[in-house]
């Protein structure tokens, strides 16, 4: 039955030429051309709310540690220290460094 049903579209051209006319409607144009421009405007536009969310939670979890590092434009014990820094082997150390610093 699946094979007379085959054959006989096959033998009528016009039924499959009026089955692909009747699909690409210009209604159905129109609106999947609609589909394709507003999708990429909703996904950035969802994602410029989302990204901000993403980069203060890195930056919460980066600004929470901390690391020494030498501060190398001060070269003076007092001056160090006035500043609130360590000064440990000739050089002053920043021992709250932001490593985006």
């Known amino acids: 039955m699946l094979f007379s049903n085959s054959k006989t579209s096959l033998k009528n051209p016009k039924r499959n030429n009026k089955i692909s006319r009747t699909f690409w409607t210009p209604t159905k144009i129109v609106l999947l051309s609609g589909h394709l421009i507003v999708l990429p405007i909703c996904t950035l536009i969802i994602l410029s709310f989302l990204l901000p969310l993403f ?24 001056e160090c220290e006035h500043t609130g820094r360590n000064w440990r082997d000739r050089k002053c150390w920043d021992n709250q460094h932001d490593p985006t610093f």
């Open 55 to 78: 980069t203060a939670s890195l930056s919460a979890s980066i600004g929470t540690s901390h690391h020494s590092t030498s501060i190398p434009w001060i070269d003076d014990a007092s």
